[in-house]
């Protein structure tokens, strides 16, 4: 059974830090490509950022391009999300995803439960 689980997320002052991390099992973390999306309330899911499965390359949504990062350790089945200079905007549920490196949701395959991040002004 293929599962996501995504931990990390919580409260945090805008200007703030966080970092998301996201286990994957039941699954070889090594040959998937994994993305991070997000949902606000009252949005449609969005594209965050994906990675490779060798980590040659990374894509970005333009809004979080030079405050997030993302990025992998296949040791440890793990996927991360480095999330600096938060805004209010950023407020969301983060899920992970795993299988696309696309901007697409449905490209991806598995999707984690997701986890809350607000960042207050």
């Known amino acids: 059974q293929v599962q996501l689980q995504e931990s990390g997320g919580g409260w945090v002052q805008a200007g703030g830090s966080l970092r998301l991390s996201c286990t994957v099992s039941g699954r070889t973390f090594s040959r998937d490509d994994m993305g991070w999306f997000r949902q606000a309330p009252g949005k449609e899911r969005e594209f965050v950022a994906a990675i490779l499965r060798n980590s040659f390359h990374s894509i970005y949504q333009e809004s979080v391009k030079g405050r997030f990062t993302i990025s992998r350790d296949n040791a440890k089945n793990t996927l991360y999300l480095d999330m600096n200079s938060l805004k209010p905007d950023d407020t969301a549920v983060y899920y992970c995803?795993?299988?696309?490196?696309?901007?697409?949701?449905?490209?991806?395959?598995?999707w984690g439960q997701g986890t809350q991040v607000t960042v207050s002004s």
């Open positions: 995803a795993a299988g696309g490196f696309s901007q697409a949701a449905a490209s991806y395959d598995y």
